[in-house]
């Protein structure tokens, strides 16, 4: 399973809103309905004609271009097989699995009102599908539409409580809304349904987190590192359990730093890891060791705030005032304006 790059308890989450099919638009346009009356379609979201660039040739077939649409999609090369899904649409705007590819394909390039179009035309074709149906209730958490999105994802795993995955994103919906027991309960529903996943465990962890339960989250995030020693938010959030504990001693910081660093090499991501592992350096009194190091970090990440401002708490300890002003303008430069929430829907997302 994926997982998300700021480390925050997400479920592939972004909501959807229901499909408005075009037919007054198409039922204006004569030449739409030639194209139909062809090709047997019913339409496509978001399009208004079928010569849009995207049909496929004669010489190619529909299942030719099945298979390199889901090659392309499994190499992460979204905007391609978006490209070669639509060429598949071309020849037949009623196969549930290009319907399907198009909704899926839209949520990785985060078009989410697109992506639930698509997944409501696949649903058309096949109601109980599970994928179809999970996807729906992700592409709800997307877009906040929270309540929708809990019923859809409730009604998907009544049907099919094998989906981890769904599972996991029902947690993060009542994880939103702060139903903790709720959301207890389904993350250990997706630890049964997989118990060699450690993604379930991590998910349980953050919960647990939002509790302020940190014995219990710990032991969430080594059980994921047991199943998975290569999870690297796992690492990441001990690391961050033991720097941030009250108390903390010299051996538990050593620790933390070693849990980071494992992070840093498994996972780069936005520079995170690399921060927390010189921060536990500068918990451990090597402040000008930690400065050097959060420095490299910083220019590494130029973009990440959090990491400057780090920087210049070093900075500022050290009496570097003038160094540790212009490493907080800099945090300030690229720090968010709006604070808002990170939902619990980016962490549990589709396997590639």
């Known amino acids: 399973m994926a997982r998300g790059t700021d480390g925050s308890l997400r479920a592939e989450v972004k909501g959807g809103r229901a ?10 346009c004569g030449c739409i309905i030639a194209s139909l009356s062809v090709t047997g379609c019913r339409g496509k979201p978001g399009t208004t004609s079928s010569d849009d660039g995207l049909s496929a040739s004669s010489a190619e077939t529909l299942e030719g271009l099945k298979a390199e649409a889901e090659a392309q999609f499994e190499a992460a090369e979204f905007n391609d097989a978006f490209v070669t899904f639509k060429r598949a649409h071309s020849i037949d705007c009623d196969d549930y699995d290009v319907l399907l590819g198009l909704a899926r394909t839209n949520a990785k390039l985060r078009n989410e009102v697109e992506a639930l179009d698509w997944v409501n035309l696949a649903l058309g074709q096949r109601p109980e599908a599970v994928e ?26 009544q049907k ?4 981890t995955l769904g599972w996991l994103n029902l947690a993060a919906a009542y994880s939103i809304q702060k139903e903790w027991p709720k959301a207890v309960e389904v993350a250990k529903k997706a630890i049964e349904s997989n118990p060699e996943d450690g993604t379930p465990h991590f998910a349980l962890g953050d919960i647990y987190i939002e509790q302020n339960e940190r014995k219990l989250a710990e032991e969430q995030y080594r059980a994921a590192i047991r199943i998975d020693p290569e999870h690297a938010l796992a690492h990441m959030r001990l ?14 910081l050593e620790q933390a730093r ?20 010189a921060w536990a350096l500068f918990k451990l009194g090597e402040k000008l060791d930690a400065a050097k190091e959060m420095n490299k970090v910083a220019l590494d990440h130029p973009q990440n705030y959090r990491i400057w401002y780090r920087l210049g708490k070093i900075l500022e300890d050290m009496g570097e005032t003038e160094k540790a002003e212009q490493a907080f303008k800099t945090a300030a430069k690229f720090a968010p304006r709006i604070r808002t929430t990170a939902g619990p829907g980016d962490a549990a997302e589709e396997e590639q």
Do not use: C
């Open 258 to 277: 070693e849990w980071a660093a494992i992070s840093d090499s498994l996972e780069p991501g936005d520079g995170n890891a690399a921060s927390a592992a």
């Open 19 to 28: 499909l408005v099919v075009r037919l007054a638009a198409i039922v204006a």
């Open 239 to 252: 690391a961050q359990l033991y720097i941030g504990k009250k108390g903390v001693t010299k051996a538990e």
């Open 160 to 163: 099919h409580p094998e989906y």
């Open 132 to 157: 179809p149906m999970e996807l729906k209730g992700r592409l709800f958490l997307r877009l906040g539409r929270i309540r929708d999105a809990t019923t859809m994802l409730e009604r998907t795993m």
